[in-house]
């Protein structure tokens, strides 16, 4: 029956294997450009995946080595661990996330002092870039996204919203949520989902029972959003009850232009993945370098402009 | 007279006493206690109605169907945490030939069992082959899965959702099977007498009955009949008692085992062509935590976690309460911030009350 001989045989084969490729991997060209994303994302979030998509097509598209790592849970501590192996490995630039100052500052801090240039996307800020010494930051405020959407469905005349959050616990969700309520001028009460598609649509429904005066739903990602429009759907509150959302996805964009939904915010996140890698391309090549911050959202993609860009989100650009 | 006669090895038990030593009994009781909390809590803001109970059935279900083959192999003395990941792994295979490949949903249905029976079958075989503990090995698999949903979505597709699944599946022979309402005639007829509520546009307030749930209650009857009734179900649990005396007895053990881990990955696979076909999108995240709240509806069932006695039966009410608590406190108006201390708490509470009732009436025989 089982024999341990037979399991080790196949293990070493893999082992060997690994090691193979690894060495490859680090004969390639020393001149080739390497830049190494290290971000707080999963490429399994869908968000993050975009990023990744840009960041891949750029360096095919350039010639480029480019890698992407995150830990596999939100885990920080982790995340610095990460941040301080791959800066041991000079590479001519690496790409940054920063959920959490106070855990990152640190290792962010020694590479840029190990002489390695960041750019810094998504999260942290301007402000605790520049503090750092990184070179610049590019991303969404998220909170002055949701700022802005609040303004948006206060000129609508509705007051009586909530926000439905698929993931709680996530700061730069809650951001979105609290940008809302700053916008709307009022409180807005925090829906707690799931990312469960059946539950989250089922607390929708109910919440929306419960409070039948609701005027508008945020959704603050795909993962809420779908089953958000579902429910309605379900409940024949299609239209009525308004509803819109962060992040964009072929679904989301088919309800917008449907007018079933009124906009999703794009943070045009494939540019965080793609426009990094060329930058520190030119930077290794040229030493050139942008001297100002690049904000690549909130982009309001409403009724007039879904049509021309579901394509590109099913391909995972958009 | 023969009929006199009777066999002392055989001891009376009364209809009652017998009644009350069945492994559900103690489920049922927490059910209970479950429903007349929310009666009183949430009883008049329409947890009750029948949007209500379609809403909290149809998450019980979708968790029944996994927790009938759960409890089976629990009750053989095995884990599975292999089917949270299996359900976002199935979702994919049912969803990329679809969309991607140009295949009629019924085939890339087909092919989606196929495989994760497969899968199933590769479970049950390391751990029969390995003697490793079935946690460890299904352990591996959960990551294994996730990883391999992972890359072979965002391999092919370059995203990790895959929608568009609804246009596809509209004229497919099987796609009633799955995500389809039944009764709708039923329905229409109590919303004319008013006995089910209606909605703004004059509509009745639900339109049917999943047909997740008859799923639900057809599965749980045929996990209950083979556990009570066939030699299959003596099998399971003299797998799960004792499983060296089972072997000396002539049980195949191995082969018991194999099929049950079939059978987990199969219901994994029924879920998510039942969250596929509904939703019309497939996710890689989909079933995240999954295995636990199957485990969890199966122990509040009175499954013993270490094999050899529970019932299928009580895997559906672990599910009811698990379904009932989960919707209910949205109905109560409690800060949903709470969410998951009162719903840890609720779970603590009816499984201390189930084991209660069962030890009273285990005592009483």
New interface residues.
């Given amino acids: ?2 024999s341990l001989a037979k399991l080790i045989k196949p293990a070493l084969g893999l082992m060997a294997g690994f090691t193979m490729m690894a060495a490859a991997t680090s004969l390639a060209a020393a001149d080739e450009t390497r830049v190494v994303f290290v971000t707080h994302g999963q ?4 968000y993050w ?2 990023v ?2 840009g960041m891949d097509d750029a360096a095919k598209t350039l010639g480029v080595k480019a890698e992407y790592l995150a830990p596999e849970t939100f885990d920080m501590a982790k995340m610095g661990q990460m941040i301080d192996a791959i800066a041991a490995s000079k590479p001519d630039g690496m790409v940054v996330s920063i959920p959490d100052a106070a855990a990152l500052s640190a290792p962010v801090k020694n590479a840029i002092a190990a002489g390695i240039p960041v750019i810094v996307i998504d999260s942290g800020g301007s402000k605790l870039t520049h503090d750092l010494g990184g070179l610049l930051f590019m991303g969404q405020d998220e909170f002055q996204a949701g700022v802005m959407a609040g303004e948006r469905i206060k000129a609508l005349g509705l007051t009586k919203a909530v926000c439905a959050n698929h993931e ?1 616990g996530n700061s730069s969700l809650d951001d979105r949520c609290a940008g809302f309520a700053k916008g709307l001028g009022v409180d807005v009460p ?3 989902g799931v ?5 989250m ?3 929708v ?3 929306m ?2 409070h039948a005066d609701t005027q508008f739903i945020l959704a603050v990602g ?2 809420g959003a ?2 958000t429009l ?1 429910a309605l759907d379900e ?3 299609s239209g ?1 009850v308004k509803t819109g959302t962060f992040d964009l ?3 989301i964009l088919q309800a917008v232009v449907a007018g079933k939904m009124e906009w999703g915010i794009d943070a045009q996140q494939y540019a965080m993945g793609y426009i990094p890698v060329a930058m520190f391309d030119l930077w290794k090549k040229y030493k050139i370098m942008p001297i100002a911050d690049y904000p690549t959202g909130p982009g309001f993609v409403t009724k007039d402009t879904a049509a021309s860009v579901i394509e590109l989100s ?4 958009r | 007279m023969v009929s006199e006669i009777r066999d002392e090895r055989v001891r009376s038990v009364s209809r009652l006493s017998r009644l009350l030593s069945r492994p559900e009994l103690g489920a049922a009781a927490g059910t209970v206690l479950v429903f007349v909390f929310f009666a009183i809590t949430a009883g008049s ?3 009750f ?1 029948a ?2 109970i379609v ?2 059935l ?2 019980s279900a ?1 968790l029944g169907i996994l927790a009938a083959p759960v409890a089976l192999l629990m009750i053989a003395g095995e884990f599975d945490l292999s089917v949270g990941s299996m359900i976002g792994f199935a979702g994919i295979l049912i969803a990329i030939p679809a969309v991607f490949w140009g295949w009629p949903i019924w085939l890339s249905l087909l092919f989606t069992f196929a495989v994760c029976g497969g899968i199933g079958a590769l479970n049950g075989l390391a751990v029969v ?3 490793l503990p079935s946690f460890i090995v299904t352990l591996g698999s959960l990551f294994m899965l ?1 990883g391999l949903t ?1 890359g072979l979505t ?1 391999g092919i ?5 895959v ?2 699944v609804h246009e596809l599946a509209q004229n497919d022979p099987l796609n009633s099977l799955f995500s389809g309402q039944v009764f709708p005639g039923l329905i229409a007829r109590l919303a004319d007498i008013g006995l089910i509520g209606k ?3 004059g ?1 009745p307030s639900i339109s049917g009955i999943p047909v997740s749930i008859v799923w639900w209650i057809v599965l749980t009857l045929a996990c209950t009949w083979l556990l009570t009734r066939s030699r299959f179900g003596n099998w399971i649990f003299a797998a799960g008692g004792e499983a060296n005396a089972a072997r000396n007895l002539g049980v195949p053990v191995a082969r018991t085992k194999i099929t049950l881990f079939v059978m987990t990955a199969l219901a994994a696979a029924l879920f998510a062509a039942i ?1 596929v076909l ?4 497939a ?6 935590q ?1 295995e636990f709240e199957a485990i969890i509806a199966v122990v509040i069932g009175g499954t013993l976690l270490t094999g050899g006695y529970g019932s299928a039966i009580g895997a559906m009410f672990g599910a009811l309460i698990f379904g009932v608590v ?2 209910g406190i ?2 109560t ?1 409690i800060d ?2 709470w ?1 998951k201390l009162f719903m840890g708490a609720m779970m603590v509470i009816a499984v201390l009350f189930n084991s209660y009732v069962r030890n009273r009436a285990m005592r009483s025989r």
């Fill in positions: 029956m089982f490429s399994g979030d869908p995946s975009v990744k998509n709680v925090v829906m707690n990312i469960d598609p059946t539950e649509k089922n607390r429904i109910a919440y029972t419960a795909a993962s779908e089953p579902a409940m024949g509150l009525k996805s072929p679904t099913k391909q995972g650009k | 803001t329409g947890l109605s949007k209500g809403n909290f149809e998450v979708q082959r390995t003697g996730r992972l965002r597709s370059g995203r990790t959702q929608s568009g909605r703004a546009d509509l969250q509904v939703t019309g999108s996710d890689t995240l989909r079933g995240t999954k989960q919707m949205f109905y108006g949903t911030d969410f």
